[in-house]
Nanobody, 125 residues
Framework: QVQLVESGGGLVQAGGSLRLTCAASGLPFSSLGMGWFRQAPGKEREFVSAITWTGGSKDYSVSVKGRFTISRDNAKNTVFLQMNNLKPEDTAVYYC??????????????????WGQGTQVTVSS
């Protein structure tokens, strides 16, 4: 059973930065593709970023590309999302997700079988 625990969310002013961390346990982390999704109030959950199990391929949504950076440390079973130049529209609950196997990155939430509890990110204008 994979467990994912997000941390690093909070309140920040527009233009500021936050670094989200997702710690994984329960399965060999190096075998997991990882993703970040977010959900704002009244909106559907949307893809933010993904990274393959090797870290060799990364994907970003158009809305965050150039501002967010995903990375992973397989030795520490951790994936990160560095968020720079935050905007009020980035306000949401951010979820870490995992999928097993050496698949290419996916932007589809249903491809991920494991989810964290989420961490709130609030960006004030």
């Amino acid at each position: 059973q994979v467990q994912l625990v997000e941390s690093g969310g909070g309140l920040v002013q527009a233009g500021g930065s936050l670094r989200l961390t997702c710690a994984a346990s329960g399965l060999p982390f190096s075998s997991l593709g990882m993703g970040w999704f977010r959900q704002a109030p009244g909106k559907e959950r949307e893809f933010v970023s993904a990274i393959t199990w090797t870290g060799g391929s990364k994907d970003y949504s158009v809305s965050v590309k150039g501002r967010f950076t995903i990375s992973r440390d397989n030795a520490k079973n951790t994936v990160f999302l560095q968020m720079n130049n935050l905007k009020p529209e980035d306000t949401a609950v951010y979820y870490c997700a995992a999928r097993g196997g050496s698949w290419p990155n996916s932007r589809r939430a249903y491809d991920y079988g494991h989810w964290g509890q989420g961490t709130q990110v609030t960006v004030s204008s």
